[in-house]
Nanobody, 121 residues
């Protein structure tokens, strides 16, 4: 059973940085996609970064050059380093996992963390 537990987040000034962490367990490293999504009330969840099991990384255009997704050597923690934060980055951020290749739509991710709030002002 895949479990995802997020930490990090909080409030930061414009231009600041934050790091989110997601402790992942119960999944097969060689076959899973790990991703970060964010959601604003009333909007659909948006994928901001994804890490395929083969190491392929993809970012949303809105965060390219500012956000970095990474995984530790044990592959039990996936992080999202966020820099040069903007007010439009304010959202609830979720760690997500799915079996197989990464896809854009949140619909196909079967496992989710509890979410962590990021506020940029």
């Amino acid at each position: 059973h895949v479990q995802l537990v997020e930490s990090g987040g909080g409030s930061v000034q414009v231009g600041g940085s934050l790091r989110l962490s997601c402790a992942a367990s119960g999944y097969t490293v060689s076959t899973y996609c790990l991703a970060w999504f964010r959601q604003i009330p009333g909007k659909e969840r948006e994928r901001v970064a994804a890490l395929d099991s083969d190491g392929t990384i993809n970012y949303a255009d809105s965060v390219k050059g500012r956000f970095t997704i990474s995984q530790d050597m044990t592959k039990t923690t996936v992080k999202l380093q966020m820099s040069d934060l903007k007010p439009e980055d304010t959202a609830t951020y979720y760690c997500a996992a799915k079996s197989g290749a990464c896809v854009m739509s949140a619909t196909f991710y079967g496992f989710w963390g509890q979410g962590t709030q990021v506020t940029v002002s």
